[in-house]
C-alpha cells in the first residue's frame, strides 16, 4: 500500500472471480492503488463493523464518492468528456427512475460503460443478496447508475438516448456486480434487437 494513501479500500462480491472483474476497480487498476477483494460471506459485515485499521479507514470502491484520485489534467480531460451530458443523464434517469436513486458520470470507470454504486450509508447489492439468503428483511433501496462517457455505447446515448441501450447498460451493471436480473428474458431480446 502507498504511503500517500489515506485509506485502505476493498470491494466485495460472492466470489474471487468477480470481486476481481468488478467495474469498480478499472481506476485503481489505472492508478496502481491495491484494492482488496473480498469474497467471503463473512467479510461483508466485517468490513461494515470493523471500519478502521492502524489508524486508516476501510472504505468500499463501490460506495458513495471517491476521492479525487485524478491529476489536474487527466481532470481536465474528463470534465470535458462528460460535458454535454446533462440532458442525456435526465433523459436516462426518467426512463430508468423505478429502479435507480440517480444517474451520474463516473469518475471510477475507464474501460465499461456502466457500473451500480450504493449510497455511502447504505447496504450494497452483495449485502443485500447475503441477507436475502439467510431470509432477513432487506431494506428497499435504490442504487446508484454511474456511466462512462468516454465509452462507444455511452456516447451513442449522447447524440440519441435510446430507451433499449439504457435498460441495457443498467442489466449489465447488474450483472457486472452479481446481481440477477428481474426479467432476463426482456434483457436478451433488448440485446438481440440492438445487435441486429
Known amino acids: 500500500m502507498g504511503k500517500d494513501q489515506k485509506d485502505i479500500y476493498y470491494v466485495t462480491a460472492e466470489t474471487y472471480a468477480a470481486a476481481k472483474g468488478s467495474p469498480h476497480l478499472e481506476i485503481f487498476k489505472q492508478k496502481d492503488i491495491e484494492v482488496l477483494l473480498l469474497s467471503d460471506r ?46 442525456t443523464l435526465t433523459a436516462m434517469q426518467k426512463i430508468l427512475d423505478n429502479q435507480v436513486k440517480e444517474v451520474k458520470i463516473s469518475n471510477r470507470l475507464s474501460e465499461s460503460p456502466s457500473c451500480l454504486v450504493a449510497d455511502e450509508n447504505e447496504l450494497g447489492g452483495n449485502m443485500e443478496r447475503i441477507m436475502a439468503s439467510l431470509g432477513q428483511d432487506v431494506p428497499e433501496t435504490k442504487p446508484i447508475l454511474e456511466i462512462n462517457p468516454t465509452h462507444p455505447l455511452v456516447e451513442k446515448l449522447k447524440v440519441k438516448v435510446d430507451e433499449d441501450l439504457v435498460r441495457v447498460l443498467f442489466d449489465q451493471a447488474v450483472l457486472s456486480e452479481g446481481g440477477q436480473l428481474k426479467d432476463p428474458a426482456e434483457f436478451v431480446k433488448r440485446m438481440n434487437k440492438l445487435i441486429n
Open 42 to 87: 463473512v467479510d461483508e459485515w466485517m468490513v461494515n463493523n470493523f471500519t478502521e485499521f492502524e489508524g486508516k479507514n476501510l472504505k468500499s470502491i463501490a460506495k458513495g464518492d471517491l476521492e479525487d484520485l485524478d491529476s489536474k489534467e487527466e481532470k481536465k480531460e474528463k470534465e470535458k468528456a462528460a460535458k454535454g451530458f446533462k440532458k
